[in-house]
């Protein structure tokens, strides 16, 4: 990005399309960004190139940009790479945490957060304890990728994280995956500070697979079902 308007304007439209203000399928018309960012076209334009090849958006002939839709095949794919990549993350934290305790202080706060949480779940309504917990595994996702030693790894992970942030927002509409999420996060942190590599890579393999299943079953059958642009694509 070449000035500080245009980065801002990148993560604004970014974020817009992460949150699902501006869902999948939907035309993107530089002069109503423009107007809705409260900028110039330059810089709109900029940022809607840099979000293409993030995939975050498609341009189709004779019809522009519009936001990349979700494809069922594509959800697929993204969680087997994110089952590849993010164990081996996570397990090398909590091998480099053995020796090197400061890289877990965040991990330590996070594990007696979730406790606090964990008391409270079976009783407090979904809606207050919802963003909290939402706040906490983006930490614990942001934290993995900082204590990471191996540079390539967290950034090919950092890069695909706005396609798997507004997926997550289809998951975040499940209520009833709250509690098992919020159980697999705790067993992750417990993992992670105790030093089992191998118990926290495959309580992040279980939790993958698990936000996966709850997206595609919201997709295609639950209340987003029909909400927005959705390819159904391959099976496989």
């Given amino acids: 990005m070449s000035s500080g308007k245009t980065h ?52 189709t002939p ?50 007696a957060e979730l406790d606090t949480l964990a008391e409270r779940i079976e009783t407090a309504p979904h809606a207050e304890l919802a963003p909290p917990f939402h706040r906490l595994t983006e930490r614990f996702d942001l934290a993995i990728t900082a204590a990471c030693h191996n540079e390539q790894l967290a950034r090919t992970i950092a890069h695909q994280r706005g396609q798997s942030a507004r997926l997550l927002e289809v998951a975040h509409s499940a209520t009833q995956r709250l509690p098992g999420s919020a159980r697999e996060h705790r067993r992750m942190c417990r993992a992670v500070l105790d030093g089992n590599a191998e118990e926290a890579a495959a309580t992040l393999t279980e939790h993958l697979s698990r936000t996966r299943e709850a997206i595609i079953e919201r997709l295609t059958t639950g209340i987003n079902a029909g909400t927005f642009d959705v390819e159904i694509g391959p099976t496989t």
């Fill in 8 to 59: 801002a304007v990148y993560l604004r439209l970014r974020e817009l399309i992460e949150k699902m203000e501006l869902p999948p399928g939907a035309q993107l018309s530089e002069t109503s960004l423009a107007e809705r960012l409260g900028a110039s076209r330059t810089p709109v334009r900029e940022a809607i190139r840099q979000l293409s090849h993030e995939g975050l958006i498609s341009f």
């Fill in 62 to 111: 004779g019809s522009g940009a519009r936001v990349a839709p979700i494809s069922l095949h594509g959800v697929r794919t993204l969680f087997e790479f994110r089952m590849i990549l993010e164990p081996a993350a996570v397990r090398m934290v909590t091998e480099d945490g053995r020796n090197r305790p400061e890289l877990l202080t965040e991990f330590t706060e996070m594990a």
